[in-house]
């Protein structure tokens, strides 16, 4: 293997810091160097540290998947996509279920950033049919079904991509258009316990179905040594 080829491959690998406070999520950043140049920021860690974090990311030459997973009226959704944009974020999540409005704000909002992308959340992998039922989506649906109807949306309202777990990607891959991402969460390396990823798959399966990037968490985050764990995914990754 080559040295682009490695460059290559971890460059489709984005980190989740999980973290609840800015220490531990500076610590990983530094643990894992300069091999990991993607990092997802949630909720968690935008909430216990602010979007300082995030220019602080971007500074050190991160690209940041800034996952708000947004879903409110187009005006607000708008606001805080264009705050991310500023920040220099390369990513942010907008809620396809949330319909065409909703997403379609986003992606407008999103123009003047060039770097910026919008990707749409179909279904959250932990979902279930059983978790349709219990909201009232029912009828013809099965998970696929409506991961493969909500990403249709996405792409039609101009989204640059969507998330997907490791099941759907294939499907997605065979409907969507060559540039439109695929994002995929929920992804776990051979032998590990799949945790709460209810469609887990490994990191070589996801990318070889038609995933863009791989999300990875715990698997490199929880690790005893983060920097081995990343290498072990970046391996995973090799054809
Ligand atoms: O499980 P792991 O720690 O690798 O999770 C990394 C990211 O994947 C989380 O930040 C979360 O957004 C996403 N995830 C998901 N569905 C789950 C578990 C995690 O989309 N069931």
Redesign the pocket.
């Known amino acids: 293997m080559g040295d682009n080829d490695a460059v290559e491959r971890s460059s489709q690998i984005i980190v989740?810091l999980?973290f609840d406070n800015r220490r531990a999520a500076d610590e990983m950043v530094d643990r894992l160097g300069d091999q990991c140049r993607f990092y997802?920021v949630?909720m968690e860690l935008l909430t216990a540290a602010g979007p300082d974090l995030i220019e602080h990311l971007v500074a050190k030459g991160k690209e940041v998947f800034l996952?708000l997973?947004l879903f409110e009226i187009p005006n607000s959704v708008a606001g805080a996509v264009r705050v991310a944009g500023a920040l220099g974020v390369s990513m942010v999540t907008v809620h396809s279920m949330g319909g065409i409005g909703i997403m379609s704000a986003a992606v407008e909002a999103a123009r003047d950033f060039p770097r910026l992308r919008v990707l749409a959340?179909t279904v959250?992998?932990?979902m279930t049919s059983s978790d349709f039922v219990d909201i009232g989506v029912t009828g013809s649906t099965s998970t696929e079904e409506q991961v493969l109807r909500l990403a249709r949306l996405a792409e039609g309202a101009g989204c640059h991509g969507v998330?997907a777990?490791p099941q759907e990607t294939g499907p997605l891959r065979g409907v969507l258009g060559a540039r439109t991402l695929i994002v995929t969460?929920?992804?776990?390396l051979p032998g590990e316990s799949p945790?709460?990823?209810?469609?887990t798959g490994t990191p070589r399966a996801a990318v070889a179905a038609g995933a863009s990037y791989v999300?990875?968490?715990?698997?490199?985050?929880?690790a005893a040594d983060p920097a081995a764990a990343f290498r072990l995914v970046r391996a995973n990754l090799e054809p």
């Open positions: 989740a999980d997802k949630g996952d997973k959340l959250v992998t932990s998330i777990s969460p929920g992804v776990a945790s709460e990823h209810a469609r999300v990875v968490g715990r698997t490199i985050t929880r």
